[in-house]
């Protein structure tokens, strides 16, 4: 992984974090300005007027609400995907590994089964998905908790067997599902960024900056940790503390993502090995800005999903699998044999 390139001065926090904001409030003008009817920014500033009121009626209760989610959820798995390599040391790492993402679609399939979509809206849809994140968190921690340690191993491996066995179950749903409920289905194990109300978005908001707050807490410990565990121990790190919180809060992250907007993935790969790049691995300095950017990278692919095809729309989902497949497996070619023992 990339070393940390020198001290991080306020200066230079200050600079990326301004600039991180800059180019997310402009995706999000964009994100909300674009679309298969296109609204034009002046209005924004102008007034709508008496004729524009349909454009007024799609930009605040359609566009707006999607593209801010978009970017509570792209940070929301940056974020993840930034404390999962730091705990596991291994740029491949991706926070759908672990076996959450699993787990949570599997819970929210089951709701669409029972029809609890109809019932409650998606809400229940993403409460159920919640459920199921949380469920495969402590099932996966459990099994991978050997004597008293979370073993990195261990946890890969557990995960990747959790969700094989997640996927089977799936499929097993959708063979018992209606016409109607597996176009549901489909459609949300390809991931998709709805319209929700403000006030669901603003929780989920509280949420995302409540467990980003609580990874940036733990940012010098997992500088510490690229030293390896047993260097990092002998300096004071509670090594195996910081990876249950990890693993609890970057799964919580994950979870929200998933029951918001199903399976979207990639997301906690391509933008952390980007800012490593660019940024280093002061982990002080990257989660913020990593947050922030993982907003926009979400954003902007949403916005490519509306318009790739207009007025057609495809799932994000496919979009962020496109771009994220061939980098996966580049990353891949280029640290083979680096990471073989984890």
């Given at each position: 992984m990339t070393r940390t390139r020198g001290p991080l001065s306020a200066g230079r926090l200050l600079a990326w974090l301004v600039g991180s904001t800059v180019l997310?409030?402009?995706?999000?003008?964009?994100?909300?300005?674009?679309?298969?009817?296109?609204?034009?920014?002046?209005?924004?500033?102008?007034?709508?007027?008496?004729?524009?009121?349909?454009?007024?009626?799609?930009?605040?209760?359609?566009?707006?609400?999607?593209?801010?989610?978009?970017?509570?959820?792209?940070?929301?798995?940056?974020?993840?995907?930034?404390?999962?390599?730091?705990?596991?040391?291994?740029?491949?790492?991706?926070?759908?590994?672990?076996?959450?993402?699993?787990?949570?679609?599997?819970?929210?399939?089951?709701?669409?089964?029972?029809?609890l979509g109809a019932a409650g809206g998606s809400f229940l849809v993403q409460v159920c998905a919640f459920l199921g994140a949380l469920a495969a968190l402590l099932l996966v921690e459990w099994i991978a908790t050997v004597e008293g340690r979370l073993t990195v191993y261990t946890l890969l491996l557990t995960g990747a067997v959790f969700n094989a066995f997640s996927g089977a179950l799936i499929f097993f749903l959708q063979s018992l599902a209606s016409m109607e409920e597996l176009h549901s289905i489909v459609f949300y194990l390809m991931g998709s960024v709805p319209s929700l109300r403000y006030g669901a978005i603003g929780g989920m908001a509280v949420v995302a900056l409540g467990a980003m707050a609580m990874l940036v807490a733990m940012a010098r410990d997992y500088n510490v940790l690229s030293l390896g565990e047993e260097g990092a121990m002998q300096l004071g790190i509670d090594v195996e503390r910081i990876k249950r919180r990890t693993f609890i809060v970057g799964s919580l992250l994950t979870g929200l993502s998933v029951a918001a907007a199903g399976l979207i993935g990639f997301v906690g790969l391509i933008v952390p090995h980007l800012l490593r790049l660019v940024l280093g691995s002061d982990h002080r300095l990257l989660l913020p800005v990593g947050f922030l950017c993982g907003a926009s990278f979400l954003v902007l692919a949403d916005l490519g999903a509306r318009l790739l095809l207009a007025p057609n729309e495809i799932p994000v989902g496919v979009v962020t699998a496109l771009v994220g497949g061939p980098f996966f497996i580049y990353l891949m070619r280029r640290s083979r044999g680096r990471y073989g023992a984890l």
């Open positions: 997310l409030a402009a995706c999000l003008a964009l994100g909300a300005a674009l679309g298969a009817g296109r609204i034009p920014l002046t209005r924004l500033i102008g007034g709508w007027g008496p004729a524009g009121e349909a454009g007024a009626l799609i930009f605040w209760q359609v566009r707006l609400p999607r593209v801010l989610l978009a970017a509570v959820l792209g940070g929301s798995l940056t974020a993840a995907g930034i404390a999962f390599q730091a705990i596991l040391r291994n740029p491949l790492a991706d926070p759908y590994i672990l076996g959450v993402s699993g787990g949570a679609s599997v819970g929210g399939i089951l709701a669409l089964i029972a029809g």
